[in-house]
């Protein structure tokens, strides 16, 4: 069940689904890669669905994949889905979902298919925080190792190690950050047309939506991310979600 202050909300929620897949190793775009039977795109809609807070959602997947367009067709929403074909970068990408959310959209979230894990209650959290008056909002979590800022090059095989140690952050401060990020709809497309000006260099260092935000020197607040939001990215990250899946199956069944 959405919360009370995010059913007051018109809510797009963004899909990436753009990725390669290819340190998954199944020659595959990422998204379709199975994870306990159903692809990731399945699951991350499923999600979507699960959290009651969209109004509309946009998928931007592969330019001219059509198994991923089947997908989303079977993935049985109650609210209107779009799909559309991503660009060469992720900004892109999101942009062109974005060109075919509504108008009267009072909020965006963006979220990435590789988080297709993500708790229903990391959206709730995120819109929740829109709906109090937050212009921008991430989920994230603390940061539990030890990070080293470095300098130098990487070394040639069985060089010496020309990389080095700059500089040890209080990781305190530190929060590695997740999806779905959310906007106010407005802010949101302003971001994102402010980076069509982004010369090439700058628009691929865009990693995120909230650096787009951050770029227009607005104010980005953090709520509580959940460690089921795993990016999925390698083999290692594909057997740790398979591994909570049984695990929830398993205490669903007991």
């Known amino acids: 069940m959405s919360s009370t202050v995010s059913r007051e909300q018109r809510i797009g929620i963004i899909l990436v689904a753009g990725g390669s897949g290819q340190r998954l190793g199944y020659g595959i775009p990422k998204a379709q890669v199975p994870l306990a039977g159903a692809p990731l795109l399945s699951h991350a809609l499923r999600g979507i669905a699960a959290s009651g807070i969209a109004s509309a959602v946009s998928v931007a997947v592969p330019a001219g994949d059509t198994v991923m367009r089947g997908l989303c067709g079977e993935a049985g929403l109650?609210?209107?889905?779009?799909?559309v074909d991503g660009g060469s970068t992720r900004a892109d990408s999101v942009r062109a979902a974005?060109?075919?959310?509504?108008?009267d959209l009072d909020a965006i979230l963006v979220h990435d298919a590789a988080r297709a894990l993500a708790p229903p209650q990391v959206f709730r959290r995120v819109a929740d925080a829109l709906a109090a008056g937050a212009g921008a909002v991430i989920p994230a979590v603390a940061v539990t190792d030890t990070v080293k800022t470095t300098a130098g090059t990487e070394p040639a095989e069985g060089g010496i190690a020309a990389l080095r140690v700059t500089g040890t952050p209080d990781r305190s401060s530190l929060r590695a950050v997740q999806t779905p990020q959310g906007f106010d709809a407005a802010l949101l497309r302003r971001a994102h047309e402010a980076a069509r000006g982004f010369d090439p260099e700058?628009?691929?260092?865009?990693?995120?939506?909230?650096?787009l935000a951050e770029s227009l020197g607005e104010t980005v607040y953090v709520v509580d991310g959940s460690e089921l939001s795993l990016k999925i990215t390698t083999p290692l990250d594909l057997l740790l979600?398979?591994?909570v899946l049984a695990r929830e199956s398993h205490l669903q069944e007991n």
């Open 98 to 103: 974005l060109d075919v959310l509504p108008a």
């Open 78 to 83: 109650t609210v209107p889905l779009t799909v």
């Open 241 to 243: 979600a398979e591994a």
């Open 202 to 211: 700058r628009a691929a260092a865009v990693t995120d939506d909230a650096m």
